[in-house]
């Protein structure tokens, strides 16, 4: 599914969403609920763990894509086993990827290393496979949140992607949101997540600059729980 660009529609929510469920001990029934919820919803796509494809094609309507994530949580992982993580996880049936950077390159601005490893994921999944590099924004300093957006803009990436939800400096907020698409224009996506959990919250996201909004608490966030 191609990534909208700037919403045009901020009243519109659903269309943004990736209804998320990344809990580690999260069984294939789970899976299976947040399936029918997401067609329930009429959501962008269902973003899981790889463990958890491939989803029974009965699950789905084909205007609903499906994400998993690559390197997740912490990012620290070798390029080659994030480039065949990314190869199996399109083979299951994944059309999009989050993928979560070396976040320890990043700290110490290493920004040919956070390429390469967008680069390796990029080869090993080609378009129109998307690709939504995580930055974890909240980790980094305004330089260094433009560096890492133009590190995974040059790696091949198609959207860059403030949080995990994991990490324990937090997730997105307004003001990454606003500089990450300052950063990348209108040639990728942004994906706001972490922590949105209201629509207010994520109206500001939009607001912001945010054309995807990563969401486990989605029913909420669209006021239909």
């Not at 059309?95 to 601005?109: C, H, N, R, T």
């Amino acid at each position: 599914m191609d990534d909208p660009g700037r919403p045009s529609a901020p009243d519109d929510l659903a269309p943004l969403v990736d209804h998320t469920l990344l809990a580690p001990a999260a069984t294939d029934a789970d899976v299976r609920a947040l399936c029918e919820e997401a067609a329930e919803l009429g959501v962008a796509a269902v973003c899981v763990s790889p463990s958890r494809l491939p989803l029974a094609s009965d699950l789905l309507p084909p205007t609903i894509a499906v994400a998993a994530v690559v390197g997740f949580p912490s990012g620290a992982h070798v390029p080659a086993a994030k480039a065949r993580e990314a190869e199996l996880a399109v083979a299951a049936g994944a059309s999009e990827l989050d993928v979560v950077i070396d976040l320890g390159a990043a700290v110490a601005a290493e920004w040919h290393r956070v390429e390469a490893e967008v680069a390796a994921v990029r080869a090993a999944a080609p378009r129109p496979t998307v690709i939504k590099v995580i930055i974890e924004a909240a980790a980094l300093g305004d330089e260094a949140i433009v560096d890492a957006c133009r590190a995974a803009e040059a790696g091949g990436a198609d959207m860059v992607k403030t949080s995990t939800g994991f990490h324990p400096a937090g997730g997105a907020t307004v003001e990454a949101v606003r500089l990450m698409r300052a950063t990348v224009g209108d040639r990728l996506g942004v994906k706001a997540a972490g922590g949105i959990r209201e629509a207010a919250t994520a109206r500001a996201m939009v607001a912001a600059g945010a054309s995807r909004l990563g969401c486990s608490a989605t029913r909420a966030v669209l006021g239909r729980d």
